[in-house]
């Protein structure tokens, strides 16, 4: 299923996809320590690192609107990454929540 979504380029050279779902305001998505939370209304973001110690901090560089297409969509979250109000692809498939 085809959707407007953001992609969100990290520091680590990953890029993480996101597809809030129809009729909401805002997404959140927590990967690896940072937490994105996306205003699907306005397209803007804030970004946190919730990691105080252990591997390095993960950080945006870049950010742009994109089409994404959800393929085979897991309704539960792994380790990794984990996303309230949409869709994300962390890099291991579609996760919605």
């Not at 994105?36 to 901090?57: P, V």
Request: proline residues 1%; aromatic residues 6%.
């Amino acid at each position: 299923m085809k959707k407007i979504g953001y992609a969100f380029l990290l520091s680590n050279e990953k890029e993480l996809l996101i597809a809030p779902e129809k009729g909401v305001d805002t997404c959140k998505i927590v990967h690896k320590g940072i937490e994105i939370t996306l205003n699907a209304e306005h397209g803007s973001f804030q970004a946190k690192n919730r990691r105080t110690s252990g591997a390095e901090a993960l950080s945006i560089v870049g950010f742009r609107k994109t089409e994404v297409n959800i393929a085979q969509s897991k309704t539960v979250h792994s380790l990794d990454c984990t996303v309230t109000g949409g869709c994300c692809d962390c890099g291991d498939g579609w996760i919605c929540g």
